[in-house]
């Protein structure tokens, strides 16, 4: 290359590169291309509190070996600090694309600037990451959870005192819950039917939160209240602990995720419904679409959901409403709980028959 040639070809050099670096993340450019060994998908949760998160990861680490991708997992125990540097530190090591179940769904946001700065793309599982440039998000359909809980409530108790406990004001849909909950509450409220006494959110989705909730709300009110209204069966069961043993099994507790002790107390009678997510459709359909999104393919989705940036095109699954009557249909049908665990605390004379 002579003299006179050299800053021309600097200077293509330099668009080009220009150009690989404005590309967007899930665009036709995926880091791996198709037969270049092994997506490595970088997965980073918040927590594995709840027997919900500890499904997920296992389904992700059996997903990751069914379709031949190398995954790492790491879990930042509700702490936002850690969360961003665990996701750091999977960009250095080289992950091809991240999904993230983001405990603060606005702190997270830089979690997306970080890797699409390095043109790997993100999945925003089970809550939404707001105002970002997200590629992805998958989850159940959230609104829909919340307003299958107050129906069911409105169902069974049309008049009187209810309590609403919230989850983590951090994450998304415990704000989208609340919404659902109140779009199926409000006309009873105007109409004079219902009277919501209390509304408050269980920081960090704790079920001690709600015990202190509930019991408040109890003193309160006399110990007139006939429904609870709960986020997720953590606080579910929190708020019945709360509960006077008169009162055990006559007020209405709503909860999510199907969790086993959830399910048992349903059984029992203590608990009245939950909302049934299955995780291996949910963990499977992230796992897909973050092999897809590493190699540049397209991710077939039917909707998208507006995070306050963009709409957000959305993989959302259907959730199912879970109670006494359908126990055998759902959870032990699908083998997400053994019968034998669900009706542990119930007489063995009194167990359906399978
Ligand atoms: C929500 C999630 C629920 C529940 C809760 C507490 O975001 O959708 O399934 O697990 O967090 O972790």
């Not at 107050?150 to 415990?174: E, F, R």
């Not at 006559?250 to 086993?260: F, M, P, R, S, W």
Request: with cysteine; hydrophobic share 40%; aromatic share 4%.
């Amino acid at each position: 290359m002579n003299t006179r040639t050299r800053p021309i070809f600097l200077l293509l050099l330099a668009a080009l590169l220009l150009t690989a670096c404005v590309k967007g993340p899930g665009g036709d450019a995926g880091k791996r291309a198709k037969g270049t060994g092994p997506v490595r998908i970088g997965i980073s949760m918040d927590t594995l509190k709840e027997e919900r998160w500890q499904r997920d990861k296992a389904l992700f680490e059996q997903r990751c070996k069914e379709v031949g991708a190398e995954c790492e997992i790491q879990v930042a125990n509700g702490d936002d600090a850690v969360q961003t540097k665990q996701c750091d530190n999977l960009l250095t090591k080289g992950v091809d694309v991240l999904i993230v179940a983001p405990h603060n769904g606005q702190i997270a946001a830089s979690i997306v600037e970080a890797a699409h700065r390095q043109n790997v793309p993100v999945i925003s599982y089970d809550r939404l990451i707001r105002n970002s440039d997200v590629d992805l998000y998958v989850a159940h359909q959230v609104v829909k959870i919340g307003q299958m809980q107050a129906q069911y409530a409105l169902d069974h108790k049309p008049k009187g005192n209810y309590v609403l406990i919230g989850g983590s004001q951090t994450d998304n849909n415990a704000i989208l819950l609340v919404e659902g909950q109140m779009s199926v509450l409000q006309p009873a409220v105007d109409r004079g039917d219902i009277k919501i006494v209390t509304k408050q959110f269980a920081r960090e989705w704790l079920a001690s939160e709600a015990l202190r909730i509930t019991e408040d709300a109890l003193t309160k009110n006399n110990n007139d209240i006939q429904a609870i209204v709960a986020s997720n069966d953590g606080t579910a069961g929190g708020a019945i602990s709360a509960l006077p043993p008169q009162l055990v099994g006559k007020v209405l507790v709503t909860g999510q995720d199907a969790a086993l002790d959830a399910v048992q107390r349903i059984v029992q009678g203590s608990q009245t419904m939950t909302v049934y997510k299955p995780i291996q459709p949910l963990a499977f359909s992230a796992v897909d679409a973050a092999v897809k999104l590493a190699r540049g393919e397209k991710v077939e989705t039917k909707e998208t959901i507006n995070n306050g940036k963009k709409d957000v095109p959305s993989i959302l699954h259907l959730p199912q409403v879970l109670d006494k009557s359908n126990v055998m249909d759902t959870v032990i049908k699908d083998g997400y709980h053994k019968l034998e665990d669900v009706y542990k605390n119930v007489p063995k004379d009194q167990w359906p028959k399978q």
